[in-house]
């Protein structure tokens, strides 16, 4: 199953930054809709397109292994 690290990279870009980042914030920076980052951050095994994969590797500036890793 594919796990998506999207809070651990919120936290890791609220604590860069020094201040809180929101949903709203990455939604209205990335034109990703807040119910499917939503699902990403809650819904064990949704599958979503490797658009919006990219998109939160450009906000986050990561590679694509901090934000996804599989596992068992």
């Not at 594919?2 to 890791?12: S, T, W, Y």
């Amino acid at each position: 199953m594919i796990r998506f690290k999207l809070a651990e990279q919120i936290e890791r870009l609220q604590f860069h930054q020094a201040r809180r980042i929101t949903l709203q914030e990455v939604t209205e920076a990335t034109g990703i809709n807040r119910s499917t980052l939503s699902k990403i951050l809650n819904q064990r095994g949704y599958s979503t397109s490797t658009d919006i994969l990219d998109r939160l590797c450009g906000f986050f500036d990561c590679k694509i292994e901090d934000l996804v890793e599989r596992v068992e």
